[in-house]
Each structure stands twice: as C-alpha cells, then as structure tokens.
C-alpha cells in the first residue's frame, strides 16, 4: 500500500520543536538520562558562563549548541553527564550593566551621589534581571541543562570553591607572575579581557585612527670656504677636515671647499683661529647656522653667528666684511653666491615619515628604512604643501636695506618612489607640484643624521643624535 504526500499536510518546524521540548520536560528526559547512570562513570563538562547582565545573541548561542552536542554524545556512550547552568556575576559588564541603570557617568559618584550600600543592592538585583529570557531560550534551542541549581559566581560557596582551587595551585608552586599586553578601559580604570569586549553587543565603534606625515630635518654636512691660508690640505687632513674641492688663489691664499666632521670641528676653529691672514675672515655652515671668524689687522679673533632665526650680529659681520672686501650685499647673498656652497645651501631637506602614534614623537631617536627600497629626493614649494609648513617671505630685507634673495621659498623631502603621487597631495587628494632632484639606495641613507623634533632644553633630557636604521 502506498501512500500519497500531501502539500500542507506536515506540522511546521516551529510547532514540532515545541512539543519535543514539552515531551522531554514531561517526561524527564534529561534528568533521567543523568539519574539512570552510574556516578562512578562519570563525564566531568565545565561550562564558562555567561554574563547575566546580557541577552542570548548568535554568539553565545551558537557556541551553546556546540556546548549541548558533547555531552548527549558522551551521554549516549553510557556517562553520567551532569550540568548545570551558570551565571557570571562579575567583571566589567555586570557593572557598566548596573551603573547604566543607575545613571552614573563617574566612578566618584559611588560613595558620594549613590552610597556604596545602595550600589551593592542593585548590583544584586541585577544579576537576576535577564534570566528568564535566558532560561526560555535555551530551551527553545533544545539545550539540556539544569537551570533550576544554577550556579552565580557571586555566591559565597562558589567564591570559596574558587580561591580554595587557587590555593591548591599555589601551593603546588604551579602559580607564577607574568605579563601581557591587554585592553584597558579607561572609563573605569582597569584592564580588560577579550571576552568582557566582544560580549558586550556596543563594544566596537568605527573611529578615525589618528595619524600624522611628519617631516625630519635632515642634518647636512658642516661646510666652509677656507681661505686666506697656504699649504693648508695636509694640516686640515691631519685634524680630519675633509677636502673636497680646492679652488685658484684668491689675493694670493689658496682656497679649498671642506667638509668639517663634527669631532673635528674644535681642532678647525683651533685652527683656523690661529692660521689664518689678518684682515681675512672664515665662516663654517652646520645646518643653516653660520659662524663666522675674523682676524683683525692687529691679529685679534673675533667671532659672529647668523642663522635665520638670529640676525643680530649681523650689524657686526656686515662691518667687518665690508671692511676686508670693500664690498658686502647680506649674508644670504654672500654665502649663496660663493660656487662651493651653492644656491641651495639654504633649502631645508627633510625625510618624510608616516606614524599613527604621534604621541610617541617627543621619545623619537631613528627612522627606519628599506635597503631594498628607492627613494627619491623631491623638491616642493612652501605654498603648496598641504602640511601647512611655515612659509618665508621671498624678499627680505637685511639690516643694511640690502635685497637677499630667497631660495628658502621651497624644501626637499625625501620618501620612498613609489609613494610619491599617494603622499604628495593637498587636501582635496590633488597631485601637488613636485620636481624629482635625484634618485636614492635605500643603503645610501642607512646612518644619515637628523635633527631631533624635540630641541634640547634644562629640564629635558634628549639625545644628542638621530639616525636612519636599517629596517623593512
């Protein structure tokens, strides 16, 4: 005989699963498949439980299910499987869960605007809030687990139970101190696990990470124009001055472009103090700041400085210079005229660094680069950099009324090649103007000095150098 399926005709899933979880509650099904079994056979399953203050979502009760298929399996090969449903009572969601309801937005209320009394009673009565949704929906999934001996991990036993396993630990010399990166709420001044994060349902937020283009200036040889002195190279060579170009006479001195390593520079002034002409001057440059030596026609030694944040010798150089030369049209001019220095001895060159932890910046001590990588050299002017660097006046006036033209209306930054077009852009995401000045190695800029971000004062303690690492 055969039989004929008819359309409509089957109960629907929501009302059989219904009457399957009356027809175990009637009949005891679970209970008996735990009396029914041997204590001396037992499966021993531990459940971490959940936080009482929060409601059944996917997560937990996805992992329940998986907790539910153990033991009927270890159930069905004859175990005795007890289990009891758990509440956690504890830890920062059941007291974020509480002081919402008590509308505190300050720990310091507690004790003042709430008494601490109060606090505890409502915590308690809190832990109990959301139990029945929890207790109806574990069965609605088919979970078989004790409800009514639920444990809290508030309770004075279970407590008890707790540090009398840690006790056992310790005294077994199996406890130890370490350490380990964690979460910290600054809200209610304490670490945070994981797990208290991702149970709470409001834990994430999408936020804009801080980051920040930075620009270190990098630390250009010391540079001077020696003249005024004869059959100087093996003296400069022997206190380490290097000589990179001589030049013809000049009044009958001979004359050499160096380049002065920091240590050395001492052993040069020394030097240059003691060797050099009457009535001839010397000027070294380290970074921008010159400074300058006179010997007057009695043989007396006379020394000035100028930078572009410090004019104010510049009367005083102005005077003697023109006095030596006849002549004198301003620093800038003097020293960006000179073919040995060059045009560009002004113009600020920077590496461009990228950080999303820029309150790190003040401890800064190296940058790291790639060795493998290119790098290139690119020259942007001041007004288009969309970092809003200072600008410089193009024409400024020295004290004397004399026009120095700038060059300091652009800079130079030095950044990997192929980030270029995604660095180099204004705040409309717009290509800014950019010439390439040359092509760098990686390994050419490995233990290259910068400036420090941070100047060197009394009251802080910063290292006197910088440096490129090597780094990937």
């Known amino acids: 005989?055969?039989?004929?399926?008819?359309?409509?005709?089957?109960?629907?899933?929501?009302?059989?699963?219904?009457?399957?979880?009356?027809?175990?509650?009637?009949n005891r099904t679970f209970?008996?498949?735990?009396?029914?079994?041997?204590?001396?056979?037992?499966?021993?399953?531990?459940?971490?439980?959940?936080?009482?203050?929060?409601l059944p979502h996917h997560g937990t009760l996805l992992s329940s299910i998986v907790k539910d298929c153990i033991p009927r399996y270890q159930t069905m090969r004859g175990k005795r499987v007890e289990r009891r449903w758990g509440w956690d009572c504890h830890g920062l969601p059941a007291e974020n869960?509480?002081?919402?309801?008590?509308?505190?937005?300050?720990?310091?209320d507690i004790g003042t605007k709430i008494s601490l009394e109060e606090y505890i009673t409502k915590a308690r009565e809190s832990m109990v809030a959301n139990s029945e949704m929890w207790e109806s929906t574990i069965d609605?999934?088919?979970?078989?687990?004790?409800?009514?001996?639920?444990?809290?991990?508030?309770?004075?036993?279970?407590?008890?139970?707790?540090?009398?396993?840690?006790?056992?630990?310790?005294?077994?010399?199996?406890?130890?101190?370490?350490?380990?990166?964690?979460?910290?709420?600054?809200?209610?001044?304490?670490?945070?696990?994981?797990?208290?994060?991702?149970?709470d349902n409001d834990a994430y937020q999408t936020v804009t990470d801080p980051s920040v283009y930075v620009k270190f200036k990098m630390k250009k040889p010391i540079v001077s124009f020696v003249m005024g002195?004869?059959?100087?190279?093996?003296?400069?060579?022997?206190?380490?001055?290097?000589?990179?170009?001589?030049?013809?006479?000049?009044?009958?001195?001979?004359?050499?472009?160096?380049?002065?390593?920091?240590?050395?520079?001492?052993?040069?002034?020394?030097?240059?103090?003691?060797?050099?002409?009457?009535?001839?001057?010397?000027?070294?440059?380290?970074?921008?700041?010159?400074?300058?030596?006179?010997?007057?026609?009695?043989?007396?030694?006379?020394?000035?400085?100028?930078?572009?944040e410090n004019h104010g010798d510049e009367p005083k150089i102005a005077e003697l210079v023109k006095k030596f030369t006849g002549s004198y049209s301003g620093v800038r001019n003097m020293i960006e005229n000179n073919k040995f220095y060059g045009s560009d001895i002004f113009t600020p060159t920077y590496f461009l660094a990228w950080t999303t932890t820029p309150w790190t910046l003040p401890a800064n001590t190296a940058l790291a680069v790639n060795p493998e990588m290119k790098y290139v050299e690119v020259e942007v002017k001041n007004s288009v950099i969309a970092s809003g660097a200072k600008q410089s006046s193009v024409n400024d006036t020295d004290c004397h009324g004399d026009e120095s033209p700038r060059n300091d209306d652009r800079e130079r930054f030095i950044l990997a090649k192929s980030l270029v077009e995604k660095v180099l852009t204004?705040?409309?995401?717009?290509?800014?103007?950019?010439?390439?000045?040359?092509?760098?190695?990686?390994?050419?800029?490995?233990?290259?000095?910068?400036?420090?971000?941070?100047?060197?004062?009394?009251?802080?303690?910063?290292?006197?150098?910088s440096y490129v690492e090597y780094g990937k």
Request: negative net charge; proline residues 3%; aromatic residues 14%.
């Open 1 to 26: 005989m055969s039989k004929t399926f008819k359309h409509g005709t089957r109960r629907k899933a929501i009302e059989y699963e219904k009457a399957l979880v009356e027809y175990w509650k009637k």
């Open 31 to 54: 209970e008996k498949s735990v009396e029914q079994r041997d204590p001396a056979n037992s499966y021993v399953f531990y459940d971490g439980p959940p936080f009482i203050t929060g």
């Open 97 to 108: 869960f509480v002081e919402k309801q008590l509308g505190i937005t300050d720990r310091r």
């Open 140 to 199: 609605r999934v088919g979970r078989w687990v004790d409800f009514k001996g639920a444990y809290r991990t508030m309770d004075k036993d279970f407590m008890e139970s707790v540090w009398w396993a840690f006790k056992k630990l310790y005294d077994a010399g199996k406890i130890y101190e370490g350490e380990k990166v964690l979460m910290y709420d600054t809200k209610f001044a304490t670490p945070v696990s994981k797990n208290e994060v991702t149970m």
């Open 229 to 308: 002195i004869n059959d100087a190279e093996k003296d400069l060579q022997k206190i380490g001055v290097k000589i990179v170009e001589k030049y013809p006479k000049a009044l009958d001195y001979d004359c050499y472009g160096v380049e002065i390593p920091r240590e050395s520079l001492e052993k040069f002034e020394e030097y240059i103090s003691e060797k050099i002409a009457p009535e001839f001057f010397n000027e070294y440059i380290d970074n921008g700041k010159i400074t300058f030596t006179f010997k007057t026609a009695d043989g007396k030694i006379e020394k000035y400085f100028w930078s572009e």
């Open 426 to 465: 204004d705040e409309k995401n717009q290509l800014l103007e950019y010439k390439v000045s040359r092509e760098i190695d990686g390994a050419e800029l490995v233990g290259e000095d910068y400036e420090p971000i941070m100047e060197q004062s009394d009251q802080e303690l910063m290292l006197n150098h």
